[in-house]
């Protein structure tokens, strides 16, 4: 099993209200991405998923 953890990245970066509108990231989890271990880096993923579904939500898309 890999340690590593795909950069959710889709290069389509806008950054509104300092999250990524294209991988949810915040400025900063983007900035830390390398440096973070494993484990932070499944977290941010996580949160990642669940700011894009609330942002796809706002903006009344799927």
Excluded: N
């Excluded at 996580?46 to 939500?57: D, F, Q, S, T, Y």
């Amino acid at each position: 099993m890999s340690k590593e953890v795909k950069s959710p990245c889709v290069s389509l970066c806008y950054l509104k209200h300092d999250v990524c509108t294209g991988c949810g990231r915040s400025k900063s989890e983007i900035k830390d991405w390398k440096s973070m271990k494993h484990k932070e880096q499944k977290v941010t993923v996580e949160r990642a998923v669940i700011r894009l579904k609330e942002i796809r939500k706002k903006e009344g898309k799927r």
